[in-house]
């Protein structure tokens, strides 16, 4: 019988539950994201995940917020920054997903891992949206349906990946945060479908009309995935795509700007803005790191525009 998961307490810093060991763990891989977050993170997945080999296998369930509870395994390299809470993973997201709670929207989880913005969005500071939680992999889709239950299965599951269209491919990777299957076949990895973010349309999952936040964290399928959601992007839809660091091409912004009528933002720590992007250039500034991604998002809703430019309104007004 498994262990229950260690607590943490991200707002009071109280971990319950955990072993001396597992205390001194903690400390090691809080130390270790303070430090490393100087220079991006870089190497503390690959330490952490050593340190995680000396660790009896268990849960670990942070408390988000009072609504939010998010359980991976104790030691997990990638997000055991979570520890850290000075952490904040992906700010301009939850820049943007705060100040949408007023708004009825949906959230279509594209690449959800294990559920951590699906958790995070349905919970009540966040506005308790619908949130659709879309991840191919039979190693993750477990992971990613146990927050749904610990969190009331207040957020819907699909195992599938996100493409052009409906059918199979072969998921590949050795991380669990880049599982992709735009990968080499050969590699290994697992037959998994496939279906186009206009399908959900079709299947009756979403409307054709309506609000919809589009998380697209698929792996290098990014393009792909917006060549199947041409519908659904003429609904008051923003997508969210990751553009990777060492891509100094910004293939993904390049084909927004060039090949679709959407408008493009990337949000810049500088100015504490949502930035237009009108020329490439701007990502070349913000795009500092090689190792880690960088959210752009595109949208031709007059809505989000709106929300959008009041958002940068009140990022001024508290720089003033």
């Given at each position: 019988?498994?262990?229950?998961?260690?607590?943490?307490?991200?707002?009071?810093?109280?971990?319950?539950?955990?072993?001396?060991?597992?205390?001194?763990?903690?400390?090691?891989?809080?130390?270790?994201?303070?430090?490393s977050s100087h220079f991006s993170?870089?190497?503390?997945?690959a330490c952490a995940n050593l340190?995680?080999?000396?660790?009896?296998?268990?849960?670990?369930?942070?408390?988000?917020?009072?609504?939010?509870?998010?359980?991976?395994?104790?030691?997990?390299?990638?997000?055991?920054?979570?520890?850290?809470?000075?952490?904040?993973?992906?700010?301009?997201?939850?820049?943007?997903?705060?100040?949408?709670?007023?708004?009825?929207?949906?959230?279509?989880?594209?690449?959800?891992?294990?559920?951590?913005?699906?958790?995070?969005?349905?919970?009540?500071?966040?506005?308790?949206?619908?949130?659709?939680?879309?991840?191919?992999?039979?190693?993750?889709?477990?992971?990613?349906?146990?927050?749904?239950?610990?969190?009331?299965?207040?957020?819907?599951?699909?195992?599938?990946?996100?493409?052009?269209?409906?059918?199979?491919?072969?998921?590949?990777?050795?991380?669990?945060?880049?599982?992709?299957?735009?990968?080499?076949?050969?590699?290994?990895?697992?037959?998994?479908?496939?279906?186009?973010?206009?399908?959900?349309?079709?299947?009756?999952?979403?409307?054709?009309?309506?609000?919809?936040?589009?998380?697209?964290?698929?792996?290098?399928?990014?393009i792909e995935a917006i060549k199947?959601?041409?519908?659904?992007?003429?609904?008051?839809?923003?997508?969210?795509?990751?553009?990777?660091?060492?891509?100094?091409?910004?293939?993904?912004?390049?084909?927004?700007?060039?090949?679709?009528?959407?408008?493009?933002?990337?949000?810049?720590?500088?100015?504490?803005?949502?930035?237009?992007?009108?020329?490439?250039?701007?990502?070349?500034?913000?795009?500092?790191?090689?190792?880690?991604?960088?959210?752009?998002?595109?949208?031709?809703?007059?809505?989000?525009?709106?929300?959008?430019?009041?958002?940068?309104?009140?990022?001024?007004?508290?720089?003033?």
């Amino acid at each position: 019988m498994a262990q229950a998961p260690i607590q943490f307490d991200r707002a009071s810093g109280a971990i319950e539950g955990a072993n001396l060991w597992e205390r001194t763990a903690a400390l090691a891989l809080v130390t270790g994201s303070k430090i490393s977050s100087h220079f991006s993170h870089m190497g503390y997945i690959a330490c952490a995940n050593l340190l995680r080999k000396t660790l009896t296998e268990r849960n670990i369930a942070i408390k988000l917020n009072s609504d939010a509870v998010f359980e991976f395994p104790y030691g997990d390299g990638y997000w055991s920054k979570l520890l850290n809470r000075s952490y904040n993973y992906e700010d301009e997201l939850d820049l943007l997903f705060k100040d949408s709670a007023d708004v009825d929207y949906i959230l279509i989880d594209c690449g959800a891992n294990y559920g951590y913005w699906s958790v995070l969005v349905s919970s009540r500071p966040f506005g308790s949206h619908k949130a659709i939680a879309i991840e191919p992999s039979a190693q993750n889709f477990p992971k990613l349906a146990n927050n749904a239950e610990i969190n009331g299965d207040r957020f819907d599951c699909m195992k599938c990946a996100i493409g052009a269209a409906r059918g199979t491919a072969r998921l590949s990777g050795t991380k669990h945060e880049a599982f992709s299957i735009a990968g080499d076949p050969s590699e290994g990895g697992e037959n998994v479908p496939v279906i186009a973010l206009d399908n959900l349309i079709d299947d009756g999952k979403v409307g054709a009309s309506g609000k919809y936040l589009i998380k697209l964290d698929v792996e290098g399928v990014e393009i792909e995935a917006i060549k199947g959601g041409t519908r659904l992007l003429r609904a008051d839809s923003v997508i969210i795509c990751e553009e990777h660091g060492s891509d100094r091409s910004h293939a993904v912004s390049r084909y927004i700007l060039e090949k679709t009528p959407l408008k493009l933002f990337v949000y810049d720590p500088r100015s504490n803005r949502m930035e237009t992007v009108t020329e490439l250039s701007i990502l070349d500034r913000i795009k500092v790191s090689t190792h880690v991604g960088y959210n752009v998002f595109g949208t031709a809703s007059a809505f989000w525009q709106d929300r959008i430019d009041a958002l940068n309104a009140k990022a001024s007004r508290r720089m003033q």
